[in-house]
């Protein structure tokens, strides 16, 4: 029975890194000379955004007296979207359990699903990261120039 779970795990890893991968390719045809940045640029305001949900929605969830369901259900239909446009499936899928338990005041289901969301952010933004940087390997593998030999 082991087996099939850590088979089945390492199959959800290669779809979340096809469908990563993928999304990166679609960003990157939206790049061109006129704004060579624009992938890196789009990353980190999604990034950058994030995090201050993130710190906004653990900073309402230790609150001792929290009651403020809508805000928090505000925070995560903003992360929803902004993770639905750069193809970050699985964080958009835990914000939507997230938001469930939100809407049944659920404060323990909700600390629940923000670690998984933090766990979900943190190995998304890890493998971007990679992403990155086999990219930027590349360009600069691809922007050296070898003089020709022109003996005969």
């Known amino acids: ?11 959800d890893m290669n779809r979340l890194l096809a469908m990563l991968f993928h999304q990166f390719l679609q960003l990157q045809q939206l790049q061109d ?23 906004n929605l653990r900073e309402l969830l230790t609150e001792k007296e929290f009651s403020d369901y809508r805000k928090m259900g505000s925070h995560l239909n903003q992360l929803i979207g902004s993770s639905s446009s750069i193809g970050a499936h699985r964080i958009r899928t835990v914000c939507l359990a997230f938001r469930a338990a939100s ?12 670690e998984a ?8 933004k890890n493998k971007l ?6 990219e930027q390997q590349r360009m600069l593998a691809a922007a ?9």
């Not at 029975?1 to 199959?11: C, D, F, I, K, T």
């Not at 990261?129 to 086999?134: D, G, R, V």
């Not at 050296?144 to 005969?152: L, M, S, T, W």
């Open 1 to 11: 029975m082991l087996g099939l779970s850590v088979e089945r795990l390492r199959a």
């Open 144 to 152: 050296v120039r070898y003089p020709q030999n022109n003996n005969p």
């Open 33 to 55: 000379e006129s704004s060579p940045n624009f992938v890196s640029e789009v990353v980190n305001i999604y990034f950058n955004e994030s995090e201050k949900l993130l710190r």
């Open 117 to 124: 969301l933090e766990c979900e952010y943190c190995y998304l």
């Open 129 to 134: 990261h990679e992403l990155f940087q086999i």
């Open 103 to 114: 809407d049944l005041n659920n404060r323990t289901g909700c600390l629940r699903a923000l």
